[in-house]
């Protein structure tokens, strides 16, 4: 019997067994290099060499990250925060002068609540803007 075979059948036994199972595994594995001192050596080579591929790889996308992603994340916030503080001031510069006419229209269909919001006056939103949203008449 295969020691993946002897494993399996003794993992599906109780939790007890379980310890035995990788204790059986681990035997396994190293009688299989234990004979071949060459192979065992490859063996740990490529182990190293997949731990120093994997460390430098880890080490290029934290630098990605760091260097290049949080610059252009912040530049970005930037330029939003300001194309909307302009947009802000533009909604209140016209505010002032726009006729009744000129504001979007109330259709019956917008703004149905049944009963108020628990928060403040029972009429603003959890996300009210003065501006943008029209007050229940």
């Known amino acids: 019997m295969s020691s993946i075979l002897r494993?399996?059948?003794?993992?599906?036994?109780?939790?007890a067994a379980r310890v035995t199972a990788r204790n059986i595994s681990r035997r396994s594995y190293h009688q299989i290099y234990d004979g071949n001192v060459a192979r065992g050596k490859k063996f740990v080579d490529e182990q190293k060499a997949i731990h120093h591929h994997a460390a430098s790889t880890a080490g290029m996308w934290y630098k990605v990250s760091l260097y290049l992603a949080?610059?252009?994340?912040?530049?970005?916030?930037?330029r939003s925060f300001k194309q909307e503080t302009e947009h802000i001031a533009h909604i209140k510069h016209h505010a002032s002068?726009?006729?009744?006419?000129?504001l979007a229209p109330e259709f019956p269909y917008q703004n149905i609540r049944r009963k108020d919001f628990?928060?403040?006056?029972?009429d603003k939103t959890l996300f009210w803007n003065d501006l943008a949203n029209a007050h229940r008449a």
């Open 70 to 78: 949080l610059p252009l994340v912040t530049v970005s916030l930037i």
């Open 118 to 122: 628990f928060w403040g006056d029972g």
């Open 7 to 15: 494993t399996a059948h003794i993992v599906r036994q109780s939790g």
């Open 97 to 102: 002068e726009e006729e009744p006419e000129d």
